[in-house]
Structures are given as C-alpha cells and as structure tokens.
C-alpha cells in the first residue's frame, strides 16, 4: 500500500521524538492526514481547517489564559488570527494563509456543492511558498491534482501551527513563572521595585512636584 502524501513534519524536530502533542487526543496526527487523503473536497478543506483553527485557539489560549475555551471560540477566526499577528507569535504572511484557508472554508459553509477552483488551490499554495514551504503539488489540471495541492498546504500549515503554537506555550508558560518570581521577590523585600523617589523634582517650573512611582 503506498504511504499517504501528507505526513506532518515539524522545524521543531520529528513529533514522535517529542512525546505526545500537548492538550492533543492519541491519534491527531493520524486523523489529519486520513481527511487530508480523503478526496473528499469537504473532509480537506472543512476537516482539515478545524485542525488549524484548534492550533490557532492553543495560541490564543496561552497568550489569554484567563479566557475559557468557549469563550476563546467566541471570538471570530479573523479576529484570532489579527491577536496572534499582533502579539508576534505568527507573522503576517502566515495570518494571509490562515485567512485564505478560511474564505475556502467559508465557501463549503454556504453550499455543500461547491468545487475547489483552481485559482483558491493556486492562492494558498503562493502564500504557503511565500510563507518559506517547499510545496511540490504543482499540478492543477484535474480535480484530483487541485485537492492534492489544498491538502498539502494544510499540511504544512499544521507543520507550522504546531510550530506556532508550542512557542506560544512554551514562552508564555516560561513569562508566567517569571512573574510569579517577581511577585514572591517583592513579598520577600517590600518597595524593591518602587520607582517612587521622594524630593526629587519631575519638573523645574515645578519644584513642588515628585516623580510618582508605581509603588
């Protein structure tokens, strides 16, 4: 049997080295890739986009931890790609693929008939190349070749929100601890981090005023 031709590879390493995907059921990878060789233009674009969007909402999850998973997924898939953008997690050329993945998307939401056109399979595989990815699916004469090329760019989109979104917990896990250092360290010596300096004039034309602190 000839092996799939999708198979997730991450800059990070090999995943199987890695231990299992944080927050991720057994088998994600192997279901991913069963939607991806499909054929079925529904299963790759609808199926394969829910994969990315959990990437995006693992992102959003460690840069708002306070925010449940449901209220995570109130916020619009645009408006979560523009807060990963911003906050520098994923750059813009990464969010333009995220959001051209999800105008596909959108098109199968209204009509379950729709075929993928050969300029949508042709947009991503640009952004995706763009983005810095080798991708090979080149041809776009047959139905069969447009979904070859749509699974693979969601492929390496999930090579690159797995990417994405393990910095995102790592970092943000490594800020929290720091700030729990901070917080411990100003309990043990009270007024180390005051800014406030008594006597000290902020203005000339206004000897009277101090330098207020954040003490």
């Known amino acids: 049997m000839a092996k799939p031709p999708f198979k997730r590879f991450s800059n990070l390493g090999d995943p199987a080295a890695q231990g299992p995907i944080p927050d991720r059921p057994p088998g994600w990878q192997d279901e991913l890739a069963k939607r991806l060789n499909s054929g079925d233009p529904f299963q790759i674009v609808v199926g394969g986009e829910l994969f990315i969007e959990s990437r995006l909402n ?14 995570v997924l109130s916020i619009s898939f645009p408006a979560r790609i ?13 969010g333009k693929a995220l959001h051209c993945l999800y105008t596909l998307r959108n098109k199968f939401a209204h009509d379950l008939a729709v075929k993928i056109k050969e ?8 952004l995706i190349l763009d983005i ?17 090329s749509v699974g ?10 797995y990417d994405r979104e393990m910095t995102a ?37 206004n ?3 101090e330098v207020q602190g954040l003490s």
Not at 119 to 126: K, Q, V
């Open 58 to 71: 693992g992102i959003i999850g460690a840069l708002l931890p306070k925010l449940t998973a449901g209220q």
């Open 82 to 94: 523009r807060i990963s953008v911003g906050s520098g997690l994923i750059r813009e050329i990464e």
């Open 119 to 126: 300029a949508d399979a042709r947009e991503l595989r640009n």
């Open 132 to 148: 810095g990815y080798d991708h090979r699916f080149e041809d776009f004469k047959s139905e069969k070749g447009i979904l070859d």
């Open 152 to 161: 693979h760019s969601i492929a390496l989109l999930d090579t690159l929100m």
């Open 169 to 205: 917990k790592v970092s943000f896990a490594k800020l929290a601890d720091f700030h729990r250092e901070i917080e411990a360290m100003t309990k043990v010596i009270p007024g180390m981090f005051s800014t406030r300096r008594t006597g000290v004039p902020l203005d000339e034309d």
């Open 207 to 209: 000897p009277n005023e």
